[in-house]
């Protein structure tokens, strides 16, 4: 008999992943433009769900993305 354990992720430093983000999303666009504050956070919520959540198994899983007040003025 297999037990199910509830699966609570918790991403830390979500404020760096962001400013990360919008580092390289200017990067790309080099100096043709600023990137706003929508672009970053679509961006990042790509990222994320591509990269981290949709490599966690299980059912309906809970998750919490910690941030701080910006400090790289995204």
């Not at 919008?22 to 919520?45: F, P, Q």
Request: net charge positive; glycine share 4%.
């Amino acid at each position: 008999m297999a037990w199910k354990v509830p699966v609570i992720a918790v991403f830390t430093k979500y404020d760096q992943f962001k400013c990360d983000v919008r580092i390289k999303l200017e990067d790309r666009l080099r100096g043709n433009g600023s990137v706003s504050l929508k672009e970053v956070d679509d961006e990042a919520e790509k990222i994320f769900q591509d990269q981290y959540w949709n490599v966690i198994k299980g059912d309906s899983p809970r998750y919490v993305k910690l941030q701080s007040k910006s400090h790289c003025h995204i």
